[in-house]
């Protein structure tokens, strides 16, 4: 069974950036296909990005599209998501997620504690 832990979060202005990390242990990384999810102050959790088993396929959010950008090192048994031009909507507690069949939105099996990020206006 997978561990995952994020780090990398923080305060930033809007127009700023961050780069979010989640480390995994405890199987092997390049058999779960990976995502990152975020959850708001009274908003349910949503989906953000994906990226499949090697990093050769990603899929975003509309939300995010063009100012996020989600990838991997499975040398280092890491995922990232790096962040860019970050709005005060952008406000979170962001989740990274892995599973073993599909990848993409929806269902996932294993769940990190989350990592906070702030824009500030």
């Known amino acids: 069974q997978v561990q995952l832990v994020e780090s990398g979060g923080g305060l930033v202005q809007a127009g700023g950036s961050l780069r979010l990390s989640c480390e995994a242990s405890?199987?092997?990384?390049?058999?779960?296909?990976m995502a990152w999810f975020r959850q708001a102050p009274g908003e349910e959790r949503e989906f953000v990005a994906a990226?499949?088993?090697?990093?050769?396929?990603?899929y975003y959010a509309d939300s995010v599209k063009g100012r996020f950008s989600i990838s991997r090192d499975n040398s280092r048994n890491t995922m990232y998501l790096q962040m860019n031009n970050l709005k005060p909507e952008d406000t979170a507690i962001y989740y990274c997620?892995?599973?073993?069949?599909?990848w993409g939105p929806g269902y996932y099996d294993y769940w990190g504690l989350g990592a906070q990020v702030t824009v500030s206006s």
């Open positions: 997620a892995a599973r073993t069949a599909g």
């Open positions: 405890g199987g092997p990384f390049s058999n779960y296909a």
């Open positions: 990226i499949t088993w090697a990093g050769e396929n990603q």
